[in-house]
């Protein structure tokens, strides 16, 4: 059991770039989440999914986007990289659909933006 | 706004002694609450959950809640030098997943 994995785990992008972060879990849970994580201010969740094919905003969804792929995959979309997105992003899933259960989370990716 | 206020340390404790770590919460509505620790440079990974107001024993670690005074906490009983990280209290709804900053934790020697 790989849990839920990453990629990529480092990205440098220029302002106005693209990109997609992948996430994906082996563990048949229900619920997956994204988050990011900024020195001093802990994790804010950017959206979360409670079950396939369906996806919400969170606290912070502004210059997000996300897919529920399919059971075991939810991606992150930054259409537009700014310097403000520069942060750590962390998956997570939950086999709970909601937010009662344990959250368990990938190594994360480390993102700067330029 | 829905906050989650933790002390962010550092928070030093001696080798053996009691580590207490606190965290309180605005949101009355919250229903589910997690303690999750995270070492420099990984995932945070949990530690405990508590749901009812009383004691929750696990080891070394036990997770206090006061639902009435929108407060929990964490105490670490003979802390290890490898106690030492970041930890994460967490408040949940059913909406939401609201996290603290973290209080670090340093265990000496």
């Known amino acids: 059991n790989a849990g839920v994995t990453q990629t990529p785990k480092f990205q440098v992008l220029k302002t106005g770039q693209s990109m997609t972060l992948q996430c994906a879990q082996d563990?048949?849970?229900?619920?997956m989440y994204w988050y990011r994580q900024d020195p001093g201010m802990g994790l804010r969740l950017i959206y979360y999914?409670?079950?396939?094919?369906?996806?919400d905003k969170g606290e912070v969804p502004n210059g997000y986007n996300v897919s529920r792929l399919n059971k075991r995959e939810f991606s992150l979309r930054l259409e537009s990289a700014a310097p403000s997105q520069t942060s750590v992003y962390f998956c997570?899933?939950?086999?709970?659909?909601?937010?009662?259960?344990?959250?368990?989370f990938g190594p994360g990716t480390r993102l700067t933006v330029l | 706004q829905k906050e989650v206020e933790q002390n962010s340390g550092p928070l030093s404790v001696p080798e053996g002694a009691i580590a207490s770590l606190n965290c309180t919460y605005s949101?009355?509505?919250?229903?589910?609450f997690f303690w999750y620790r995270q070492y420099s440079g990984k995932s945070p990974e949990l530690i405990m959950s508590?749901?009812?107001?009383g004691d929750k024993e696990d080891g070394r670690f036990t997770a206090q809640l006061n639902k009435a005074s929108q407060y929990v906490s964490l105490l670490i009983r003979d802390s290890q030098p490898s106690d030492s990280a970041t930890y994460l209290c967490?408040?949940?709804?059913?909406?939401?997943?609201?996290f603290g900053a973290g209080t670090r934790l340093t265990v000496k020697p």
């Open positions: 997570a899933s939950s086999e709970a659909r909601g937010f009662s259960d344990t959250q368990y």
């Open positions: 967490a408040v949940t709804n059913n909406n939401d997943m609201r």
């Open positions: 999914s409670a079950s396939e094919g369906t996806t």
């Open positions: 563990m048949n849970h229900n619920s």
């Open positions: 508590i749901y009812s107001n």
């Open positions: 949101d009355r509505g919250s229903q589910s």
